[in-house]
């Protein structure tokens, strides 16, 4: 199977940065994209940064200017810089990947971490 370790979620006042790093190991062949999406209480999961193999990155509305993806496709890991955090960025942040796997080298699933907690307050 995939796993996603997500970590560098944390408390942190607003104005401050966090750095989040998602590591994937296991039965990968070949990874696509790679992404962050968030979840607050009471709201939906929404996108907020995805970086695709080959492509451009693409980035929330709320975070655009703020938040910075980036990939080691050598280490198979995903970061997330987060500057200028905000009380309304509170969340937990997933980290996503499309993967295909040896047992089918040719499909892509999605696979998701666990999530890290990252809250903005002072």
């Known amino acids: 199977q995939v796993q996603l370790v997500e970590s560098g979620g944390g408390l942190v006042q607003p104005g401050g940065s966090l750095r989040l790093s998602c590591a994937a190991s296991?039965?990968?062949?070949?990874?696509?994209?790679m992404g962050w999406y968030r979840q607050a209480p009471g709201k939906q999961r929404e996108l907020v940064a995805s970086s695709p193999s080959g492509g451009t990155t693409t980035y929330a509305d709320s975070v655009k200017g703020r938040f910075t993806i980036s990939r080691d496709h050598p280490k198979k890991t995903v970061y997330l810089q987060m500057n200028s955090l905000q009380p309304e960025d509170t969340a937990v942040y997933y980290c996503?990947?499309?993967?295909?796997?040896?047992?089918?080298?040719?499909?892509?699933?999605?696979?998701w971490g666990q999530g890290t907690q990252v809250t903005v307050s002072s």
């Open positions: 996503n990947a499309e993967v295909s796997t040896y047992t089918l080298t040719t499909m892509y699933n999605n696979y």
């Open positions: 296991g039965r990968i062949f070949r990874i696509n994209r």
